[in-house]
């Protein structure tokens, strides 16, 4: 059945996207030369609630309101492409299935398609930086948050959601 986009999803939306925005306020931990952000969890939560649309919308209006609130250098589209790609396979992949392989498949779909090889390349195109060297860079960066988003997707998120899920969006009669 098709989402649809009443007041209530959109004011859900409108929240997601407020926490992501305080996340994006939050320093990230610093493990080593990696940084790990949680800007992930509203994005994965629209995934979840709200289908692929929903969080590429709460991906595309973070990246956006991100290059606005708090920019970290010239605003460039191609991240904006690759947020929207990031919220489609969050809500492809964990709308229908709340399971723990498709938490895997999401966080290591957005890994590979979104850092390792879009993010890579941009940084690679805007920097003059190789894309092999940067790319082994961003290869450790990853390996170390992979295992971090899943965690919090598979045993934080499903568990918070299924308890209350029922409560926020009852079902269309």
Known sequence: MKQQWNIRVISYLAIL????????????????????????IPVSTAGILFGPAGSAAVSVLLDLLGAILVPSGAFFPGYTLTALLNGLIWGLCLHKSRTLPRAALAVLANQILCTLLLNTFWISLLNGVPFRAQFLLRLVQSAITAPIQFCVVGFVLFPFLRRFASRLLPRHR
Do not use: D, H, K
């Open 17 to 40: 996207t407020a926490i992501g925005v305080a996340l994006l306020y939050v320093q990230p931990v610093r493990l080593w030369n990696v940084r790990v952000s949680f800007s992930f």
